[in-house]
């Protein structure tokens, strides 16, 4: 599959050519154990490493097949997939990281990844450090001989910082150090890490790759020896997916390409149309070429994404939260990647209780707003951004 | 901006899909409920028992009605029980005028169920749009076609049609299942009920059976629900909820498979191992001038042609493909082939098919998301040089 189009992987990926009862789509199997026909086929499991289902917390045909798909999207030779990005995120890191190692982040990467690290690996003797986004020296100032994982998501959010892949890994290799992407707000189809040899990607799942803002999954892809340990954990701390769930993300994964080119196109078509409109001060989009990393999105990506960015002009919050109540399309909520539009302002949904000296630490004014468009027609969300920006 | 205003890919994104209100939830929750509590003793709320309405079911109707046009639209548990529901409009002693070139299954609902009801049937060619005066008697009551026919693709001269068979009081139900209301919209045309197989483009992902009327008028809805209610066929809560999901795309997939699709008809035209191609989007289609007119964004993704071989050559090359699914069923994500003399239109006696032209090397295909690069070689090796 790998050198089929993309919309073909999408829908064929991973997918055996002939299924139980040979129905075109795969069966949802709901079942929390799988039986054996008898105690001499549970000894040839165990002793033959025999590859089959034994208990839903080990493994699952739905899964497996996700897992596939994800793995053929990503260019990974294995995917393992939780129930949640955070799921995967502290999954991954539980595998990999004991007392003692130190782990360095990017500091645009999701807040909450970083929370765990600061917060709980820390209770078990695990040290994060984390330094400016795109700082290369400082994070490799950082590194010493206890480190073991370089953390960076790109395109960051909100601020759709890219970095330099091709810099990361080599920054990794050098120290062999082995590296890790958020990807969540890229996606497969827009950039492919494990091509540049990064050693794991990240993503949240219920995002993109499910695509219609109805299921909570996320992924870690790569190589099978480096996700050997990773597989074998999630089956101890059991954050898996429900069946049903991973049936609807295989079900949503069959039209990501098709989605992809709509969301690139919405976002490019929106930024444009926010940087040429009088009452926005600043838009972050890495598809213009106003922003500091268009260069870098250009070399390592081939669309960007759906998230676009701006800052409302010589508008304090309320006159912001303003424009964001005026929209008609575009719902108020958190997350991203859906085929619904959603729109937010960063100060109420995510850092309310902040100083505003924190805020302006992490870069977020009071007059930004964060647009993640949908595929709706490209012009009934301009119209509606017109109108909710013409107070 | 209202529903109205929205162009179709955001209304099929946000009519029929409003927040839920209790939790703000931005998908509405699927109502699994067969029954609903009651204000009071012989007081009804909006919904009272599932087969007579579901909010789950309420929301992908509304979803619907807006994409075609329509008063109201709905939903039922296969499409042959929405063209069977259409029927039920009729009673014994009435004539159907339908298309020669229709799916296989509504064939044989009008030839043995309709005719058991004692409901007589006559196919004829709609090409001719004399044909309608001239098959037309005193106890004809409804005309039935196919937006794009089945599986010669066909394009009937709607307009006129319709236009014809009201002059003579007749009720016009079009099968709008392979153009889609993204191609067509029938009740544009001042046809009176619309009907879908969703299980096939609007559904798309070979996941749920499920069927659809849409209508113009509110008189003519409250008829259709009536029997509906009264004889059962709707839709589950579950499968509503997967068709509402598949139709938030239903748009990029549409023009995306016509896109594909055109391809590989010309690719197929230029092969030698074919001897012709049935597609509306080709200048050789009969049809490809009103296809023009009628169809707007696309020319579908189903593709019809002839290979040079006998029914056992043919067999062997649908067997061949890699990509295609050899299997029944269309309009879904993956691509589908197969050959009609010995699958979808096995239903017709082999008189009919003759004269429908439904030839042994017959060969239909419905395109999916695929690359059409990857589809093309798949054909390509396929058919073999």
């Known amino acids: 599959m790998k050198d089929r189009g993309e919309s073909t992987v999408s829908v064929h990926g991973g997918e055996s050519r002939s299924k139980p009862s040979d129905a075109i789509t795969d069966s949802i199997v709901c079942s929390s154990t799988f039986t054996f026909e008898d105690s001499a086929s549970i000894i040839r499991f165990i002793e033959e490493n025999e590859q089959r289902e034994e208990y839903g917390r080990y493994g699952n045909p739905n899964e497996k097949v996700v897992e596939r798909k994800l793995a053929a999207l990503d260019h990974g030779e294995d995917s393992v997939v939780y129930s949640s990005g955070m799921a995967a995120i502290v999954g991954l890191l539980m595998a990999k990281l004991s007392a003692g190692d130190e782990i360095v982040f990017f500091d ?32 490799e100032a950082a590194i010493n001989d206890r480190t073991k994982m370089l953390v960076s998501e790109s395109p960051t959010n909100p601020h759709l910082t890219c970095i330099d892949l091709e810099q990361f890994v080599a920054l990794g290799k050098e120290h062999e150090v082995e590296t890790l992407i958020d990807a969540t707000l890229a996606t497969p189809f827009n950039v492919k890490p494990l091509d540049y040899g990064v050693d794991y990607v990240w993503h949240s799942a219920t995002k993109y790759l499910g695509g219609h803002n109805d299921l909570l999954a996320g992924c870690i892809t790569g190589s099978q020896e480096k996700l050997a340990d990773v597989r074998n954990l999630r089956g101890i701390m059991g954050g898996v997916n429900s069946p049903h769930n991973l049936y609807l993300l295989q079900r949503g994964l069959k039209t990501f390409a098709l989605r992809m080119q709509r969301h690139n196109e919405n976002g490019q078509a929106l930024a444009e149309f926010l940087e040429a409109h009088p009452r926005v001060e600043k838009v972050y989009y890495p598809g213009l070429e106003s922003h500091p990393s268009h260069a870098i999105a250009k070399q390592n990506m081939q669309g960007f994404g759906g998230l676009v960015t701006f800052l409302v002009a010589d508008a304090d ?60 027609n490209t012009q009934d969300l301009i119209e509606d951004l017109s109108q909710a920006l013409d107070l | 901006m209202t529903s109205r205003q929205m162009k179709f890919r955001t209304r099929a994104i946000h009519v029929g899909n409003a927040p839920d209100p209790q939790t703000g939830a931005v998908i509405p929750p699927i109502h699994a409920a ?22 789950t079911r309420s929301a992908v109707q509304e979803t619907i009605a807006s994409l075609e046009g329509g008063c109201g639209s709905l939903a039922f548990s296969s499409g042959m029980a929405a063209t069977h529901c259409a029927t039920m409009l009729l009673e014994s002693g009435d004539h159907i005028l339908a298309g020669m070139d229709i799916y296989g299954g509504s064939y ?22 004399d044909s309608i005066s001239r098959n037309l008697k005193p106890n004809t009551k409804m005309l039935w076609l196919e937006g794009i026919g089945n599986p010669r693709l066909t394009i009937p001269d709607l307009p006129a049609l319709t236009q014809i068979a009201h002059q003579h009081g007749l009720l016009v139900g079009v099968d709008n299942t392979f153009a889609t209301p993204v191609l067509m919209r029938p009740l544009e045309h001042g046809v009176d009920i619309v009907m879908h197989s969703a299980t096939k483009y609007l559904g798309g992902h070979s ?28 839709l589950s809560p579950f499968d509503s909820f997967l068709l509402a999901r598949g139709i938030k795309t239903l748009d990029l997939r549409v023009r995306e498979q016509s896109r594909t699709a055109l391809k590989i008809s010309q690719f197929l035209e230029s092969h030698p191992r074919v001897n012709f191609v049935l597609y509306p989007g080709l200048e050789s289609h009969p049809d ?18 002839e ?11 649908v067997k061949a493909t890699k990509l295609f699914g050899l299997a029944v069923s269309l309009g879904a994500v993956e691509s589908l082939i197969e050959q009609p003399a010995s699958m979808s239109h ?24 695929e690359a059409a690069e990857d589809l093309i070689d798949d054909l390509d090796t396929a058919l073999g040089r």
């Not at chain 2, 001038?289 to 042609?305: C, N, P």
């Not at chain 2, 040079?308 to 067999?315: N, Q």
Request: hydrophobic residues 40%.
């Open chain 1, 108 to 139: 645009q990467c999701y807040h909450r990844s970083r929370e765990f690290c600061y917060k709980h690996l820390a209770r078990f003797g695990v040290v994060t450090h984390q330094v400016a986004t795109g700082d290369f020296a400082a994070m």
């Open chain 1, 317 to 376: 919050w309320k006159q912001t939260a303003a424009v964001v109540d005026r929209a008609k399309i575009a719902r108020i909520g958190p997350s991203l990647g859906g085929v619904e539009t959603l729109i937010e302002q960063p100060l109420i949904m995510s850092y309310y209780n902040q100083t505003p000296e924190n805020r302006e630490k992490f870069g977020i004014p009071d007059n930004m707003i964060r647009l993640a468009c949908g595929i709706e």
């Open chain 2, 34 to 55: 067969t029954t609903f509590i009651q204000p009071g003793a012989g007081e009804w709320g909006t919904f009272d028992y599932s087969r007579s309405g579901n909010p």
């Open chain 2, 108 to 129: 044989r609902l009008f030839h043995k169920i309709c005719a058991a009801s004692k409901i007589d049937i006559s196919l004829v060619d709609l090409n001719d749009t």
């Open chain 2, 207 to 234: 996941d749920c059976l499920s069927g659809a009327l849409a209508v113009r008028s509110p008189e003519l809805l409250e008829r259709l629900y009536y029997i509906q209610n009264a004889t059962g066929a709707v």
């Open chain 2, 288 to 305: 490809h001038q009103r296809a023009k007119q009628l169809l707007s964004g696309g020319f579908g993704g189903m593709i019809t042609f």
């Open chain 2, 307 to 317: 290979a040079a071989g006998d029914f056992e050559e043919t067999k062997r090359i």
């Open chain 2, 346 to 369: 096995a239903s017709y006696d082999a008189a009919a098919r003759k004269e429908a032209g439904i030839t042994d090397g017959l060969i239909r295909m419905s395109v999916g998301l």
